[in-house]
Protein backbone atom coordinates (compact mmCIF):
# COMPACT_ATOMS: atom_id res chain seq x y z
CA UNK A 1 0.00 0.00 0.00
CA UNK A 2 1.38 3.02 -1.19
CA UNK A 3 0.50 6.43 1.35
CA UNK A 4 1.93 10.01 0.79
CA UNK A 5 2.30 11.43 4.42
CA UNK A 6 2.16 15.51 4.11
CA UNK A 7 3.66 17.65 6.59
CA UNK A 8 6.15 15.35 7.82
CA UNK A 9 9.06 16.91 9.41
CA UNK A 10 12.81 15.66 8.84
CA UNK A 11 12.37 14.54 13.08
CA UNK A 12 9.51 12.74 12.60
CA UNK A 13 10.79 10.42 8.95
CA UNK A 14 12.78 7.75 11.87
CA UNK A 15 9.36 7.28 13.80
CA UNK A 16 7.30 6.92 10.73
CA UNK A 17 10.58 3.90 9.65
CA UNK A 18 10.73 2.24 12.83
CA UNK A 19 7.04 2.13 13.50
CA UNK A 20 6.06 0.88 10.15
CA UNK A 21 5.58 -3.01 10.54
CA UNK A 22 2.93 -3.03 8.11
CA UNK A 23 5.37 -2.50 5.32
CA UNK A 24 3.43 0.28 4.12
CA UNK A 25 5.44 2.32 1.04
CA UNK A 26 5.60 6.15 2.24
CA UNK A 27 6.05 9.13 0.64
CA UNK A 28 6.92 11.51 2.67
CA UNK A 29 6.20 15.44 1.83
CA UNK A 30 7.38 17.97 4.18
CA UNK A 31 5.20 20.57 3.63
CA UNK A 32 1.37 20.67 4.78
CA UNK A 33 -0.69 19.72 2.04
CA UNK A 34 -2.08 22.41 -0.50
CA UNK A 35 -3.62 22.63 -3.54
CA UNK A 36 -0.14 23.08 -5.02
CA UNK A 37 1.66 20.05 -3.72
CA UNK A 38 -1.25 17.85 -4.29
CA UNK A 39 0.51 16.22 -7.26
CA UNK A 40 2.41 14.29 -4.82
CA UNK A 41 -0.12 11.91 -4.23
CA UNK A 42 -1.05 10.83 -8.31
CA UNK A 43 -0.06 7.50 -7.51
CA UNK A 44 -0.69 7.01 -3.73
CA UNK A 45 -3.42 4.43 -2.41
CA UNK A 46 -4.46 6.73 0.21
CA UNK A 47 -3.00 9.97 1.97
CA UNK A 48 -2.07 11.08 5.47
CA UNK A 49 -2.13 14.45 6.33
CA UNK A 50 -2.25 16.47 9.65
CA UNK A 51 -3.89 19.66 11.15
CA UNK A 52 -3.71 22.50 8.76
CA UNK A 53 -3.34 20.39 5.94
CA UNK A 54 -5.78 21.45 2.91
CA UNK A 55 -8.42 18.66 2.54
CA UNK A 56 -11.10 20.91 0.94
CA UNK A 57 -13.12 19.93 -2.15
CA UNK A 58 -10.85 20.73 -4.51
CA UNK A 59 -7.86 18.45 -3.30
CA UNK A 60 -10.23 15.58 -2.75
CA UNK A 61 -11.60 15.75 -6.06
CA UNK A 62 -8.12 15.23 -7.04
CA UNK A 63 -7.43 12.45 -4.83
CA UNK A 64 -10.75 10.67 -5.63
CA UNK A 65 -9.66 11.47 -9.56
CA UNK A 66 -6.64 9.02 -9.02
CA UNK A 67 -8.48 6.62 -7.07
CA UNK A 68 -7.45 7.44 -3.70
CA UNK A 69 -10.41 6.12 -1.23
CA UNK A 70 -8.46 7.09 2.32
CA UNK A 71 -7.73 9.86 2.96
CA UNK A 72 -7.07 9.96 7.09
CA UNK A 73 -5.73 12.51 9.60
CA UNK A 74 -2.48 12.27 12.21
CA UNK A 75 -4.65 15.03 14.32
CA UNK A 76 -7.69 14.76 16.79
CA UNK A 77 -9.05 17.93 15.32
CA UNK A 78 -10.73 17.18 11.74
CA UNK A 79 -11.51 20.83 11.29
CA UNK A 80 -9.39 21.47 8.34
CA UNK A 81 -11.52 18.30 6.50
CA UNK A 82 -14.24 18.66 4.06
CA UNK A 83 -16.63 15.94 5.35
CA UNK A 84 -19.56 16.25 2.92
CA UNK A 85 -17.25 16.85 -0.42
CA UNK A 86 -15.50 13.12 1.33
CA UNK A 87 -19.05 11.24 1.64
CA UNK A 88 -19.76 12.94 -1.99
CA UNK A 89 -16.87 11.81 -3.38
CA UNK A 90 -16.35 8.43 -1.86
CA UNK A 91 -13.41 8.82 0.43
CA UNK A 92 -13.05 7.66 3.72
CA UNK A 93 -11.72 10.04 6.35
CA UNK A 94 -10.24 8.87 9.48
CA UNK A 95 -8.70 10.78 12.43
CA UNK A 96 -6.06 10.12 15.57
CA UNK A 97 -8.77 10.36 18.18
CA UNK A 98 -6.62 10.20 21.14
CA UNK A 99 -2.75 10.41 21.34
CA UNK A 100 -0.69 11.65 24.62
CA UNK A 101 -2.69 13.86 26.17
CA UNK A 102 -0.30 15.08 28.14
CA UNK A 103 1.58 16.65 25.50
CA UNK A 104 -1.34 19.59 24.87
CA UNK A 105 -1.88 19.16 28.96
CA UNK A 106 1.71 20.02 29.85
CA UNK A 107 1.48 23.18 27.52
CA UNK A 108 -1.72 24.72 27.92
CA UNK A 109 -0.46 23.63 32.36
CA UNK A 110 2.67 25.56 31.28
CA UNK A 111 1.20 28.54 29.77
CA UNK A 112 -1.26 28.48 32.28
CA UNK A 113 1.25 29.06 35.27
CA UNK A 114 3.67 30.99 33.77
CA UNK A 115 1.25 33.53 33.39
CA UNK A 116 -0.65 33.17 36.81
CA UNK A 117 3.12 33.84 38.63
CA UNK A 118 3.71 36.71 35.96
CA UNK A 119 6.75 35.23 34.78
CA UNK A 120 5.87 36.16 31.21
CA UNK A 121 6.06 40.04 33.04
CA UNK A 122 9.03 39.63 35.09
CA UNK A 123 11.69 38.29 32.40
CA UNK A 124 10.45 40.91 29.60
CA UNK A 125 11.21 43.43 32.28
CA UNK A 126 14.88 41.78 33.27
CA UNK A 127 15.31 41.37 29.56
CA UNK A 128 15.36 45.12 29.83
CA UNK A 129 17.54 45.74 32.97
CA UNK A 130 14.79 46.26 34.94
CA UNK A 131 14.37 44.46 38.17
CA UNK A 132 11.87 47.12 39.79
CA UNK A 133 9.47 44.87 41.85
CA UNK A 134 6.15 46.50 40.63
CA UNK A 135 2.87 45.54 41.78
CA UNK A 136 2.36 43.67 38.92
CA UNK A 137 4.36 41.13 39.63
CA UNK A 138 2.38 40.16 43.27
CA UNK A 139 0.83 36.55 42.85
CA UNK A 140 -1.39 34.15 44.14
CA UNK A 141 0.28 30.97 44.92
CA UNK A 142 -1.71 28.15 42.75
CA UNK A 143 -2.68 25.97 46.11
CA UNK A 144 -4.98 28.52 46.66
CA UNK A 145 -6.48 29.04 43.46
CA UNK A 146 -9.18 27.66 41.05
CA UNK A 147 -8.59 26.41 37.68
CA UNK A 148 -11.61 25.91 35.19
CA UNK A 149 -10.87 23.52 32.70
CA UNK A 150 -13.86 24.04 29.86
CA UNK A 151 -13.95 20.73 27.85
CA UNK A 152 -13.53 18.23 30.33
CA UNK A 153 -12.43 15.04 27.98
CA UNK A 154 -8.95 13.41 28.21
CA UNK A 155 -7.14 16.36 27.49
CA UNK A 156 -8.61 18.54 30.20
CA UNK A 157 -8.56 16.18 32.29
CA UNK A 158 -5.22 15.31 32.20
CA UNK A 159 -4.65 19.21 32.53
CA UNK A 160 -7.42 19.20 35.08
CA UNK A 161 -4.56 16.09 37.01
CA UNK A 162 -1.65 18.32 36.56
CA UNK A 163 -2.83 21.47 38.65
CA UNK A 164 -4.90 19.11 41.43
CA UNK A 165 -1.10 17.68 42.43
CA UNK A 166 -0.12 21.46 43.49
CA UNK A 167 -3.22 21.68 44.90
CA UNK A 168 -5.40 23.80 43.12
CA UNK A 169 -9.26 23.94 43.13
CA UNK A 170 -10.11 22.29 39.71
CA UNK A 171 -13.74 22.92 38.14
CA UNK A 172 -15.00 21.47 34.93
CA UNK A 173 -17.48 22.11 32.66
CA UNK A 174 -18.80 19.79 29.49
CA UNK A 175 -22.13 19.18 28.74
CA UNK A 176 -21.30 15.57 28.28
CA UNK A 177 -18.89 14.76 30.88
CA UNK A 178 -17.08 10.89 31.18
CA UNK A 179 -17.52 8.60 34.10
CA UNK A 180 -13.68 10.25 34.65
CA UNK A 181 -14.03 13.45 34.64
CA UNK A 182 -17.08 13.32 36.94
CA UNK A 183 -15.00 11.20 39.71
CA UNK A 184 -11.96 13.62 39.36
CA UNK A 185 -13.38 17.33 38.59
CA UNK A 186 -15.51 19.33 40.09
CA UNK A 187 -18.11 19.89 37.70
CA UNK A 188 -20.11 22.40 37.59
CA UNK A 189 -21.67 25.00 34.48
CA UNK A 190 -19.91 27.57 32.59
CA UNK A 191 -21.37 30.61 34.49
CA UNK A 192 -20.15 29.55 37.91
CA UNK A 193 -16.50 28.04 36.29
CA UNK A 194 -16.17 31.22 34.83
CA UNK A 195 -16.86 33.53 37.83
CA UNK A 196 -14.38 31.48 40.24
CA UNK A 197 -11.22 30.50 38.04
CA UNK A 198 -8.08 32.21 38.22
CA UNK A 199 -7.33 30.04 35.39
CA UNK A 200 -9.52 29.26 32.47
CA UNK A 201 -8.22 26.72 29.99
CA UNK A 202 -10.06 26.25 26.92
CA UNK A 203 -10.09 22.02 25.39
CA UNK A 204 -13.55 21.86 23.27
CA UNK A 205 -12.89 20.94 19.56
CA UNK A 206 -13.70 23.38 16.76
CA UNK A 207 -16.80 22.89 14.58
CA UNK A 208 -16.75 25.70 12.00
CA UNK A 209 -19.81 27.52 11.84
CA UNK A 210 -21.21 26.28 14.90
CA UNK A 211 -18.73 27.27 18.00
CA UNK A 212 -16.95 30.06 16.30
CA UNK A 213 -16.11 32.66 19.09
CA UNK A 214 -16.75 30.77 22.09
CA UNK A 215 -14.42 33.02 23.76
CA UNK A 216 -16.37 36.28 23.10
CA UNK A 217 -17.01 39.60 25.13
CA UNK A 218 -19.80 38.17 26.98
CA UNK A 219 -17.59 35.21 27.77
CA UNK A 220 -14.90 37.44 29.44
CA UNK A 221 -17.28 39.55 31.24
CA UNK A 222 -18.31 36.52 32.76
CA UNK A 223 -14.82 35.86 33.85
CA UNK A 224 -12.99 36.98 37.70
CA UNK A 225 -11.26 39.49 37.34
CA UNK A 226 -7.75 39.75 36.88
CA UNK A 227 -7.99 35.91 35.41
CA UNK A 228 -6.13 33.92 33.22
CA UNK A 229 -7.24 32.72 29.33
CA UNK A 230 -5.68 29.63 27.88
CA UNK A 231 -6.36 28.57 24.56
CA UNK A 232 -4.53 25.53 23.20
CA UNK A 233 -7.39 23.91 21.26
CA UNK A 234 -8.14 26.15 17.98
CA UNK A 235 -7.67 30.06 17.59
CA UNK A 236 -11.33 30.17 16.20
CA UNK A 237 -13.02 29.32 19.30
CA UNK A 238 -11.46 32.75 20.54
CA UNK A 239 -12.51 36.30 19.65
CA UNK A 240 -9.24 38.55 19.53
CA UNK A 241 -11.00 41.81 19.75
CA UNK A 242 -12.82 40.64 23.17
CA UNK A 243 -9.28 39.21 24.43
CA UNK A 244 -7.63 42.04 24.12
CA UNK A 245 -10.29 44.67 25.54
CA UNK A 246 -10.75 42.48 28.34
CA UNK A 247 -6.91 42.60 28.76
CA UNK A 248 -7.06 46.56 28.10
CA UNK A 249 -9.78 46.89 30.82
CA UNK A 250 -7.58 44.51 33.25
CA UNK A 251 -10.92 42.11 33.15
CA UNK A 252 -8.47 39.40 32.67
CA UNK A 253 -4.41 39.75 33.12
CA UNK A 254 -3.51 37.80 30.74
CA UNK A 255 -3.69 35.13 27.34
CA UNK A 256 -1.72 32.13 26.13
CA UNK A 257 -2.46 30.70 22.97
CA UNK A 258 -1.33 27.53 21.33
CA UNK A 259 -3.18 28.73 18.20
CA UNK A 260 -4.72 30.91 16.07
CA UNK A 261 -7.30 31.71 13.34
CA UNK A 262 -6.36 30.87 9.49
CA UNK A 263 -3.17 28.90 10.82
CA UNK A 264 -2.68 27.88 7.47
CA UNK A 265 -1.48 31.16 6.06
CA UNK A 266 1.23 31.28 8.97
CA UNK A 267 2.27 28.26 10.53
CA UNK A 268 5.34 26.83 9.00
CA UNK A 269 6.71 30.00 7.82
CA UNK A 270 9.15 32.48 8.94
CA UNK A 271 8.61 36.05 8.54
CA UNK A 272 10.96 39.04 8.78
CA UNK A 273 8.63 40.80 11.22
CA UNK A 274 5.67 41.02 12.56
CA UNK A 275 4.58 43.84 9.82
CA UNK A 276 4.82 40.96 7.32
CA UNK A 277 2.12 38.78 8.53
CA UNK A 278 -0.65 38.46 6.66
CA UNK A 279 -3.21 38.18 9.65
CA UNK A 280 -4.07 41.76 11.20
CA UNK A 281 -5.54 39.94 13.83
CA UNK A 282 -2.17 37.83 14.85
CA UNK A 283 -0.42 41.39 14.66
CA UNK A 284 -2.45 42.83 17.50
CA UNK A 285 -2.05 39.61 19.59
CA UNK A 286 1.90 39.90 19.13
CA UNK A 287 1.86 43.34 20.17
CA UNK A 288 0.04 42.60 22.82
CA UNK A 289 3.25 40.75 24.60
CA UNK A 290 4.40 40.01 27.14
CA UNK A 291 0.35 40.17 28.37
CA UNK A 292 -0.27 37.41 25.37
CA UNK A 293 1.96 34.63 24.84
CA UNK A 294 1.82 32.84 22.02
CA UNK A 295 3.40 29.58 20.85
CA UNK A 296 3.32 27.71 17.08
CA UNK A 297 1.12 24.87 17.73
CA UNK A 298 3.60 22.96 19.30
CA UNK A 299 1.38 21.27 21.85
CA UNK A 300 1.03 17.75 20.61
CA UNK A 301 4.95 18.16 19.14
CA UNK A 302 5.77 15.67 21.97
CA UNK A 303 7.23 12.15 21.55
CA UNK A 304 4.90 10.04 22.89
CA UNK A 305 2.15 12.48 21.15
CA UNK A 306 3.85 11.56 18.05
CA UNK A 307 4.34 8.13 18.41
CA UNK A 308 0.86 7.44 19.02
CA UNK A 309 -0.55 9.66 16.23
CA UNK A 310 1.84 7.74 13.68
CA UNK A 311 0.95 4.22 15.29
CA UNK A 312 -2.68 4.72 15.27
CA UNK A 313 -2.76 6.20 11.40
CA UNK A 314 -0.74 3.12 10.29
CA UNK A 315 -3.76 0.74 12.60
CA UNK A 316 -6.07 3.08 10.70
CA UNK A 317 -4.81 2.12 7.59
CA UNK A 318 -4.19 -1.43 7.97
CA UNK A 319 -7.52 -1.83 9.46
CA UNK A 320 -9.22 0.34 6.02
CA UNK A 321 -6.77 -2.54 3.85
CA UNK A 322 -7.66 -5.36 5.82
CA UNK A 323 -11.92 -4.59 6.60
CA UNK A 324 -12.93 -1.17 4.61
CA UNK A 325 -13.42 0.05 7.39
CA UNK A 326 -11.56 2.08 10.44
CA UNK A 327 -13.40 2.62 14.18
CA UNK A 328 -11.89 5.96 13.68
CA UNK A 329 -13.75 7.28 10.96
CA UNK A 330 -15.31 10.93 11.02
CA UNK A 331 -18.55 10.99 9.31
C1 LIG B 1 -4.73 18.08 16.81
O1 LIG B 1 -4.34 16.93 16.95
O2 LIG B 1 -5.94 18.35 16.70
C2 LIG B 1 -3.75 19.17 16.76
O3 LIG B 1 -4.09 20.30 17.03
C3 LIG B 1 -2.37 18.85 16.34
C4 LIG B 1 -1.86 19.73 15.27
C5 LIG B 1 -0.49 19.33 14.79
C6 LIG B 1 -2.82 19.88 14.14
Known amino acids: VKITAYGVRELEEPYFQRLNTNGFEL ?23 RGNCVVDRQNLQQFANWGIKAVFTRSVGYNHMDLQAAADLGIT ?6 YSPYAVAELAFTLGMTMFRHVNLGITQTQQANFIVNDALFSKEIHTATVGIVGAGRIGLTEGKLYQGLGAHVLGYDPYPSAAAEAALDLVE ?10 VSIHV ?12 ADFIKQMKPGAVLINTARGELVNVSAVLAGLDSGQISGYGADVIRDEVAILGQAFASAAD ?55
Open 93 to 98: LARVPG
Open 27 to 49: TYVRELLTHENVGAAADADAVLV
Open 277 to 331: LPSAEVQRLLAAYPRVLITPHVGSYTEPALEDMIRISYQNFQDFFATGHTTNEIK
Open 205 to 216: PYFPGKNDDLVD
Open 190 to 199: LPQLLAQSDI
